[in-house]
């Protein structure tokens, strides 16, 4: 059963960190390029950053670059997100997804398999 499931989220202060994981379960995530993506309340979804599997090259949004960090442990079936001086408007729920496609990150679209996501609220 192919699964990801998201971890790491919670309350924190703005300027605050968190790291999220993303660990698959019923595939190999070396062969795919992964996502993290974040839908605000009353927000639409949106693209949060990419990495590729071919080289691990990585991908921002210009909201979160410079404070964001992702990277992937191969070994460990496992994509993190390290999120540095949080805001309030960071606050959504992060969900990881995965695809074959680098493409398909970038456009924030069509990714194949998805996980349920985990809350990071903002908040003083």
């Known amino acids: 059963q192919v699964q990801l499931v998201e971890s790491g989220g919670g309350l924190v202060q703005p300027g605050g960190s968190l790291r999220l994981s993303c660990a698959a379960s019923g595939f190999t995530l070396d062969y795919y390029t992964i996502g993290w993506f974040r839908q605000a309340p009353g927000k639409e979804r949106e693209g949060v950053s990419c990495?590729?599997?071919?080289?691990?090259?990585?991908y921002y949004a210009a909201s979160v670059r410079g404070r964001f960090t992702i990277s992937r442990d191969n070994a460990k079936n496992t994509v993190y997100l390290q999120i540095n001086s949080l805001k309030p408007e960071d606050t959504a729920v992060y969900y990881c997804?995965?695809?074959?496609?680098?493409?398909?990150?970038?456009?924030?679209?069509?990714?194949?398999?998805w996980g349920k996501g985990t809350l990071v609220t903002v908040s003083s």
């Open positions: 997804a995965a695809d074959l496609l680098l493409s398909r990150c970038l456009a924030a679209y069509g990714m194949d398999y």
């Open positions: 990495i590729s599997s071919s080289d691990g090259s990585t």
